[in-house]
């Protein structure tokens, strides 16, 4: 049995033509996957730091583990960032998130929605994508990816980092380009 | 490319540091003075695609009328599942054999499909059936680089006699649905041996939820 998250990173320029691809196994979902889960499975609330770095905690609630994403959000759905801090269990947020926006630093995030879950043999994999456009003018290097989702606390709506990599090889963005991040959390029976 | 991601996972599993998500299961048979005649633990095999499914719903925000499809444990297919307060729940109060752990009889391995247990053992004092006690959770608890929570639930047998070959283990979780949900398979267990709970003796499950950043 397997239940493992995979990611993949691809890099083109502005002609579409592909510049560099990563592909491998995700290090790490986090602690804060797990959370939402106990709060859903046990029908109870915890504590969570959310993105903003506040411990608002997370209770069973109808739109937590929400990661689809509007073009140009930026506080929701597959993230990147220029970070390299290592992934700890505890992460919150990105190290160094890349902005939505077309000023230095900044990339245009767009739509996302996951895709439908597919059974293949023993395999059922559950993908959602997101491509990310570099209109700032000069190369942006993608160094971290993440998933940020919907959460709610006792009192307060927020966001929560489910899911932060820091990938093996730092992605260079040309401007014009583009870097289009895969997730896919595979089951095995 | 496989041939990198192949080797990196080597040298994580080596280093035991592997990232991937686990889930493992001990089950406990006592006998009537609460004396341990039987045991197992080990890793699980498996979570199954209602799983997956359901955990779509939520990223996806799937509302009424989405198209949301998810089979439930009674074999119908629930073609307006959407995302839900409940889903995930498997918080099943004593005597609910609807929902939460289950045990059951069969043996047949388990399929990425399965959609029951395949011979689940019925709430009640009858023969070959159970008294379904409550869901014991232990809070997410970070040790090191690792996350774990256990849920637990033991099943009494005052039926009258032993009931034996119990073989299979599994949870059925709720989803779409603000009081009362509806209820799939989330995962099913195969194991290694056939259990025996004496009359008066009780089995008792727990899995181990698991993540290692």
Redesign the interface.
């Known amino acids: 049995m397997k239940k493992q998250l995979w990611y993949k990173a691809i890099v083109r320029d502005r002609n579409g033509k592909v510049l560099s691809r990563e592909n491998r196994r995700s290090r790490s979902i986090l602690g804060n996957w797990y959370r939402i889960l106990y709060a859903h499975m046990a029908l109870t609330s915890i504590s969570l730091i959310h993105t903003s770095g506040i411990d608002r905690g997370v209770i069973y609630f109808g739109d937590n583990w929400k990661f689809k994403a509007d073009a140009n959000e930026d506080s929701i759905g597959i993230v990147i960032g220029t970070g390299i801090a290592a992934v700890s269990i505890d992460d919150y947020k990105l190290d160094s998130q890349v902005m939505q926006g077309t000023g230095s630093g900044q990339m245009r995030h767009l739509a996302s929605i996951p895709d439908w879950p597919s059974v293949a043999g023993s395999n059922c994999d559950f993908l959602t994508s997101r491509t990310f456009l570099n209109n700032s003018g000069g190369s942006i290097t993608v160094r971290e990816s993440g998933i940020y989702c919907r959460v709610k606390g006792p009192t307060y709506y927020g966001y929560a980092c489910i899911v932060r990599d820091v990938l093996v090889t730092p992605q260079a963005v040309p401007d014009g380009g583009s870097i289009t991040i895969d997730y896919t959390l595979r089951i095995t029976a | 490319?496989?041939e990198?991601?192949n080797r990196?996972?080597r040298i994580?599993i080596e280093a035991n540091q592997s990232?991937?998500?686990r889930?493992s299961y001990k089950v406990e048979v006592t006998d009537k003075d609460g004396r341990v005649v039987q045991s197992e633990e080990g890793?699980?095999?498996?979570?199954?695609?209602q799983?997956?499914?359901i955990?779509?719903l939520?990223?996806?925000?799937i509302y009424i009328g989405g198209g949301g499809t998810v089979k439930m444990t009674n074999g119908s297919i629930e073609s307006n599942a959407y995302?839900?307060?409940?889903?995930?729940?498997?918080?099943a109060g004593i005597g609910v054999d609807r929902s939460g752990l289950r045990v059951g009889k069969d043996s047949t391995p388990?399929?990425?499909?399965?959609y029951t247990l395949g011979s689940p053992i019925a709430e009640g004092i009858g023969i070959d059936q159970l008294e379904h006690q409550l869901?014991y959770?232990t809070?997410?608890a970070?040790a090191?680089?690792?996350?774990?929570?256990t849920?637990q639930r033991s099943f009494v047998n005052h039926s009258g006699a032993t009931i034996s070959g119990i073989q299979e283990i599994g949870n059925y979780?709720e989803f779409t649905g603000s009081m009362t949900g509806k209820v799939a398979l989330g995962f099913r267990d195969v194991l290694g041996s056939s259990f025996s709970i004496p009359d008066g003796g009780a089995i008792t499950v727990t899995y181990t939820?698991k993540?290692?950043?």
């Open positions: 490319m496989e990198q991601d990196t996972e994580d990232s991937e998500p889930l890793p699980s095999h498996s979570y199954v695609r799983w997956n499914e955990l779509h939520q990223a996806a925000a995302y839900s307060v409940r889903s995930f729940d498997s918080n388990v399929s990425i499909n399965d869901t959770f809070s997410p970070v090191g680089s690792t996350l774990s929570f849920m979780i939820l993540v290692i950043a």
